[in-house]
Nanobody, 119 residues
């Protein structure tokens, strides 16, 4: 059974920072990549950043470049997302997900964690 559990969301002021964590277990340990997605109110879910478990290859949404940093701790099976210089438009539910194969679907999801940025 695959489990992915996010934590670390909350309220931040504009320009502030938060660190999100995604603890994985079960089948997610054999996944190809882990990604962070977000869904803002009234908008479609969008991919924010991804990282492969082997090689640490990353992909960033343009608006995340220079502000957000993804990292992983293979020993703890945990992926982190450091959010810096937060803006009100970053307000969303952030979810982590696992992609089991290259180019495959994002098969496993966490429950999400709310990030709210006040102006």
């Amino acid at each position: 059974q695959v489990h992915m559990v996010e934590s670390g969301g909350g309220l931040a002021q504009t320009g502030g920072s938060l660190t999100l964590s995604c603890a994985t277990s079960g089948g997610a340990l054999n996944s190809y990549a882990t990604g962070w997605f977000r869904r803002a109110p009234g908008k479609e879910r969008e991919i924010v950043v991804t990282i492969t478990w082997v090689g640490g290859i990353t992909y960033y949404l343009d608006s995340a470049k220079g502000r957000f940093t993804i990292s992983r701790d293979n020993a703890k099976n945990t992926v982190y997302l450091q959010l810096n210089n937060l803006q009100p438009e970053d307000t969303a539910v952030y979810s982590c997900a696992a992609q089991t194969t290259y180019g495959g679907t994002w098969s496993y999801w966490g429950q999400g964690t709310q990030v709210t940025v006040s102006s």
